[in-house]
């Protein structure tokens, strides 16, 4: 999958070739291995993620600038020094070709921490 920077929301997808129960194990390893408390596991509807994640400097042991891009204002990268609330929210439906749609969106905002 690519990942791309917006300045608004944007949702991207891709079709994995595993029925749905197999991607969602895997998702929510991937969000494990990220360091992204899952919050929210919807096996009826497909939905797993967390809509209320608040993050200062690192997300586990990396870096947020690593993953977010929220201007230098004052420097260095500002995801390294701002309170980041975001929401990562990943929806699994089944795809006509067997596998699995997987739609993954990423929002959110920083502010200063003082």
Known sequence: MTVTTNRSVATRSA??????????????????????????VDVATGAIGNSNLRVKR???EVALSKY????NAQGPPSADTYEIQMSVMTQLTPDASGGTRVMTTVQGQ?????
């Open 15 to 40: 079709v994995i070739a595993s029925p749905v129960d197999v991607v969602f194990r895997a998702v929510r390893f991937a969000y494990d291995s990220v360091a992204v408390p899952v919050a929210v």
């Open 110 to 114: 920083g502010r200063p921490i003082t």
């Open 68 to 71: 977010l891009n929220c201007g």
């Open 58 to 60: 690192r997300l586990g």
